[in-house]
């Protein structure tokens, strides 16, 4: 299967993968004899796109011939934000960079240098081993706590893996469940063939989202309507209705979780050998095997574990203490939530909570889909401990049609690095969150060192695909915070509200020109991405970028002298078992699968070696190891004295297929698909305040205030409103304007209040708000 085809008049088609969004579709690009891309257009021999694009990939030739893209590195001339800068060459960039950098860490140690970059399009490997190469702390100044992190170390804690994103199996599931998660509109083409033809044999839908507009709700057997953040609710009310109606998988829930696990009640905390026999092993972890009336390792082969003992058990001391499991524990904060009870706090009536738990659990295999309408709440380590929970418990764990382990994920460390024997101890959060089990720093108490000093200096900032003044919480604390660095370097396709602030702006290659390994959300399989033209202007690929400037601080880091090498060292790292070359010349190859698919024989990479419903790690980490049924920190039921002035629940973040986050508005026929920025709230705000439709309106919270068109809609809940995110760039050729200043940019509203403990994530998606009727000549 050669990945690049000649033409008969001289022109190609070639191979590749597009890099709009993570689901890196199959392209075919063709290019002219001139070496022009003439096309793109969807690859059928890919497995997971099967030949469909979205518009954003369609635009490829709109985006590389885009006049208004980067061309050749910029460095700042004037003052800082001024727009002045002199176009220099990458060499005098990569000598000016490296003497600044080395200048800096010298002063105040490696430390005061955040790596970071936006939205991870492939190089999270590369921006972490930046940052650990600096052997002093990688502070990952990237949106990682409010985007995939969340999510992915929860699993890994309870599964020793992650399946609840690409290891969705749609395909072949009986019910699919998207929960805060819209991937047939964020990732289009990678999930609607499956989910389409799942439906078609006739697999059950639940859709758990507060937006009627999520475009599954109107097709759902389930449309769950939920308040937004009332998630672990809901989570715990389908544990309700599934362990008491005994709808869960009692052989997978006894063998392969750790229900049965033997807990000190009260203290919370596992029974091991020790505790019970002088000597005896603290590392074990004892469950009451009913065939022999005797306590036992969890590990101990052929046992018949009771999920209901309880009990007292004399210790090695002498004394006794009662001890009960894992599931009854459980059990008793579950009992708690009955849909009645939950149907309160989640604003969905009880029976719609009852019938999809029922759904869920009854369905032969089933899949859940989660993403960042859970992650971006200060709850959500406990809403995607009950997620985790619900899959082991329903078996739906390494099951065909459930969630099933990835490959890719499981083989990022080695690419990353090492992390500094520092890390801890400097490693930047505040007293606004610990981040107990995420081990980078706090993206907002770095920005406040960047103001203050404290802890110590953090003087520069060096990103790809960065923009924080769009992504970040509080807009204009961040503005504050990067006004105040000694360096910023942003390497970027255009010139983002953050770039005009910095003193290096790199031009990065569109993935049409630029060789790349697809893997991060390739389910099974890695893509040789390979440029289909050569990069135009003096634009360099991010890896090239990282590369380089990485050989220059720390050459036993970064030992490669081409991508190629890197590449092939990656390959190796991986155990994909294709080389560079090889892969590009097939552009596809078949992954290993990962040993935890057989779990019968080899268990659960975890410390009980099962899937645990009490995650284990978490204990040892400081935070809660069971699930709770916790309010985001600010809400209509925490805060009520911010609620009466800003009564709105806001959901921030919302995606626009054409749009990447905030990138693409520049682009014309994709602009007039969206062309301004629209505030959706219910009708009868609308009528009350006396707005009407598109008119411009205020919307404003405690932290902020910013201006968008309404759009009323019969489709949310009169008490929460959309405002969709990423909003800075103009359209010259349709003649509509930017958004300067973060006046229509929603991270303005949202709050640096309040954080997850433990993975320092903002509640973005709860922001309390209102709509206010602008008044003449606003
Ligand atoms: S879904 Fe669209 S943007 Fe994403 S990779 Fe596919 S074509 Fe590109």
Redesign the pocket.
């Known amino acids: 299967m050669d990945s690049v085809i000649p033409l008969p008049d001289g022109g190609k088609i070639v191979k590749t993968?597009?890099?709009?969004?993570?689901?890196?579709?199959g392209?075919l690009c063709e290019v002219d004899k001139d070496g022009e891309l003439v096309s793109v257009k969807?690859n059928p021999e890919d497995p997971r796109?099967e030949g469909?694009?979205?518009?954003?990939?369609?635009s490829a030739t709109r985006i590389l011939y885009d006049p208004d893209r980067l061309r050749w590195p910029l460095r700042r001339v004037g003052e800082r934000g001024e727009g002045k800068w002199e176009r220099i060459t990458w060499d005098e960039a990569l000598d000016w960079l490296q003497e600044r950098v080395e200048a800096l860490t010298e002063e105040y140690g490696a430390e005061t240098i955040a790596y970071g970059q936006g939205t991870g399009r492939g190089t999270n490997q590369w921006t972490g081993r930046a940052g650990n190469a600096g052997g002093r702390v990688h502070h990952s100044l990237s949106p990682g706590n409010i985007c995939l992190v969340p999510m992915m170390v929860q699993a890994f804690l309870q599964y020793g893996m992650f399946p609840t994103f690409d290891g969705c199996d749609f395909d072949n599931a009986d019910c699919i469940v998207f929960w805060g998660a819209n991937s047939v509109w964020t990732?289009?083409?990678?999930t609607s063939g499956q989910v389409g033809r799942s439906r078609d044999r006739g697999a059950k839908l639940i859709v758990i989202d507060p937006f009627f507009e999520h475009p599954l709700a109107a097709k759902a057997d389930h449309f769950v309507g939920l308040r937004p953040g009332s998630d672990p609710y809901l989570a715990m009310a389908w544990l309700n209705v599934i362990m008491n109606e005994d709808l869960y998988d009692h052989e997978f829930t006894q063998k392969f979780t750790n229900a049965p696990m033997l807990l000190i009640e009260g203290a919370n905390v596992p029974l091991n050998g020790a505790l019970v026999e002088e000597g005896g092993n603290p590392q074990s972890m004892l469950v009451f095997d009913k065939a022999s009336g005797q306590f036992v390792d969890i590990h101990t082969p052929g046992i018949d574990e009771d999920m209901n003992y309880h009990g007292l058990v004399q210790l090695a001391d002498g004394s006794q203490a009662p001890v009960t499991t894992v599931w009854s524990a459980l059990k008793q904060r579950v009992d708690e939530w009955t849909p009645e009870h939950a149907s309160e706090m989640c604003w969905v009536p009880a029976e719609v909570i009852r019938q999809s738990a029922r759904t869920y659990a009854t369905a032969p295999a089933a899949t859940i889909n989660v993403f960042q309408g859970i992650e971006e709440q200060t709850n959500c380590k406990d809403t995607l401990q009950l997620v985790n929970i619900l899959i082991a418990i329903c078996g739906n764990l390494e099951k065909k049609g459930g969630n099933l382990s990835m490959p890719f994920w499981n083989q990022m460390g080695p690419l990353t690095g090492a992390e500094p024997e520092t890390q801890k101890e400097l490693r930047i959060v505040n007293d606004k969150a610990s981040g107990s089990v995420y081990g980078i720093s706090n993206p907002t108490a770095v920005f406040e060192a960047m103001r203050t000093g404290k802890p110590y200096p953090v003087r520069g900032y060096i990103m790809v695909q960065g923009n924080p003044l769009s992504w970040s919480e509080n807009t204009a604390l961040v503005k504050e915070s990067l006004l105040c660095l000694d360096l910023l370097v942003c390497m970027d396709y255009y010139m983002s509200p953050t770039c005009e602030l910095a003193d290096l702006v790199l031009p990065s290659t569109h993935w049409t020109e630029r060789d790349y390994l697809a893997d991060e959300v390739c389910s099974e399989w890695v893509f040789g991405q390979q440029k289909a033209v050569e990069p135009l202007y003096e634009r360099k690929s991010d890896v090239w970028f990282w590369r380089e400037f990485g050989h220059r601080l720390n050459p036993e880091w970064w030992p490669w002298e081409t991508d190629e090498e890197l590449f092939d060292w990656q390959l190796e790292q991986t155990h994909a078992g294709v080389t560079w070359e090889e892969l590009k010349g097939k552009w596809i190859h078949h992954v290993p699968q990962m040993p935890s698919r057989d779990y019968r024989e080899h268990g659960f990479p975890t410390p009980s070696g099962r899937a645990e419903l009490y995650a284990v790690v978490e204990l040892i980490m400081g935070a809660d190891p069971l699930p709770a049924a916790n309010e985001p920190k600010e809400s209509v039921f925490s805060t009520p004295e911010i609620a009466a002035e800003y009564p709105l629940t806001g959901i921030t973040g919302r995606r626009y297929?054409i749009y990447?986050h905030s990138a693409y508005r520049g682009i014309p026929h994709l602009r007039e698909i969206v062309p301004e920025p629209q505030v959706i709230f219910h009708r009868s705000i609308a009528e009350k305040l006396g707005i009407d439709y598109a008119e411009w309106v205020w919307i404003e919270s405690p932290t902020g205030r910013i201006t968008m068109k309404a759009r009323p809609t019969d489709g949310l809940d009169p008490r929460v409103c959309v405002i969709p995110h990423g909003w800075w760039q103009g359209c010259a050729k349709l003649g509509l304007p930017g958004y300067p200043d973060g006046m229509s940019n929603a991270n303005t509203l949202t709050s640096d209040r309040v954080y997850n403990d433990e993975f320092l994530t903002p509640g973005l998606r709860s922001t309390l708000c209102r709509i206010v009727k602008k008044k003449g000549g606003e």
């Open positions: 993968n597009c890099f709009e969004c993570h689901a890196k579709c392209v969807g796109s469909r694009m979205c518009g954003k990939g369609l990732e289009p083409t990678y297929p990447y």
